[in-house]
């Protein structure tokens, strides 16, 4: 039983593109949606993060959407540049029982 | 600022032996977490803690124990180590408010069981 669905599992982009990864969740116990970035060799650092009560939360060039009817959010990369070519993982937390559940990660390619 | 330190970052074990691997945070955090990466996979909860003297179990805690007998450590055990137990191993610690500041994860350690 997957509890959080990530797509997709690999994209390649072109320098400036707009690379999106989606996430799908079941638990309606989740109230706490961060993404990490993964560089190889390296633990994966928290990115951003959105509460369900908010619909978008943008820093700098990552932008979350989050669709709470849906139970689907997204990570939207603007003006992507070869220095994000990293694996993206989102995740979905339950605050209460303090524990996260992670996707299965996508790895992005920034084409110079 | 050393922040999550997990030990060693490689090992070797051939199948039956044991093995503890340790996870050191210095950020004072109450919740510590043992995750494994496998290709694919993404990250697979093994066992976790709110906090000293308490553990729990993950999505996979089968062939794997752990321990928080002092509130900065968190060891995780294998017993009998199987070649299905090869995978990457995260650490991480977060503040009982997790929606704070998120996990924050150790560098990891590679484990080959052959």
């Known amino acids: 039983q997957q509890q959080v669905k990530q797509s997709p599992q690999s994209l390649i982009v072109q320098k400036g593109g707009i690379p999106i990864i989606n996430c799908a969740y079941e638990n309606t116990a989740f109230d706490y949606f961060p993404w990490y970035q993964q560089f190889p060799g390296k633990g994966p650092a928290l990115l951003i993060a959105?509460?369900?009560?908010?619909s978008e939360k943008k820093e700098g060039r990552f932008t979350i959407s989050f669709n709470k009817s849906a139970k689907q959010f997204s990570l939207h990369i603007m003006d992507s540049q070869p220095g994000d070519s990293a694996t993206y993982f989102c995740a979905a937390s339950d605050t209460n029982a303090g524990k996260s559940t992670f996707g299965d990660g996508t790895t992005l390619t920034v084409k110079p | 600022n050393a922040g999550v330190t997990q030990t060693p970052k490689f090992r070797v074990l051939k199948t039956g032996q044991s093995m503890t691997l340790l996870c050191a945070q210095d950020?004072?955090?109450?919740?510590m977490y043992w995750y494994r990466q496998d290709p694919g996979m993404g990250l697979r909860l093994i066992h976790y803690s709110v906090g000293e003297g308490t553990t729990a179990k993950g999505e996979v805690p089968d062939g794997y124990n752990v321990s928080r007998l002092k509130k900065q450590n968190f060891l995780l055990g294998l017993e009998s180590a199987a070649p299905s137990q090869t995978s990457v191993y995260f650490c991480?610690?977060?503040?009982?408010?997790?929606?704070?500041?998120?996990?924050?994860f150790g560098s990891g350690t590679r484990l080959t069981v052959v």
């Open positions: 950020m004072n955090h109450e919740y």
């Open positions: 991480a610690s977060s503040y009982a408010r997790l929606a704070d500041y998120g996990y924050t």
């Open positions: 959105i509460r369900p009560d908010v």
